[in-house]
């Protein structure tokens, strides 16, 4: 087995691992893990929902998400700053593209790969990761589950 295909079937594992982790999430309306992994070990972990101390509801009355609703990357990164562990040269496995809010803790956090899942709505966060030289990978999880 090649080095690359190695890699390809780690990225599935920790991808799968990451979509495990989004079932944590309260959040109705979309559900969404991330894992931080470094030297092949899970330095962190994240997954979208209300900051600490608040009630576990996501959307409010109207399924609209409330405003201080924490994605899966702000958490993992963010609980990474509270650790003695560092980010830098690390890889980010989320189980959505990463909104361009979130690519810019990733940028600033030494994260130097993204592996992700589905398509976010929008495509700007994926472009400004392109930009600062974020090695990105798009995995079709349903389309590879049989590895």
């Not at 894992?35 to 608040?54: E, R």
């Not at 809010?101 to 592996?115: D, N, T, W, Y």
């Not at 899942?117 to 495509?123: D, Q, T």
Request: with cysteine.
């Amino acid at each position: 087995m090649t080095p690359e295909e190695k890699q390809h079937l780690l990225d599935l594992r920790y991808l799968r691992m990451a979509r495990i982790w989004s079932e944590n999430s309260y959040c109705k309306r979309r559900q969404v893990g991330a894992l931080v992994v470094k030297d092949k070990m899970i330095i962190s972990d994240g997954y979208n929902g209300t900051p600490s101390g608040f009630e576990n509801q996501c959307e409010d009355e109207n399924n609209v998400t409330k405003p201080y609703v924490l994605h899966a990357e702000a958490n993992a990164i963010t609980k990474l700053a509270r650790s003695s562990n560092n980010s830098e040269g690390s890889t980010l496995y989320v189980t959505a593209s990463p909104c361009m809010e979130c690519a810019k803790l990733i940028i600033q956090s030494g994260i130097r790969r993204v592996v992700y899942g589905e398509e976010y709505r929008l495509a700007d966060g994926i472009q400004l990761l392109r930009r600062a030289g974020i090695d990105i990978k798009h995995i079709n999880l349903q389309a590879n589950e049989s590895e």
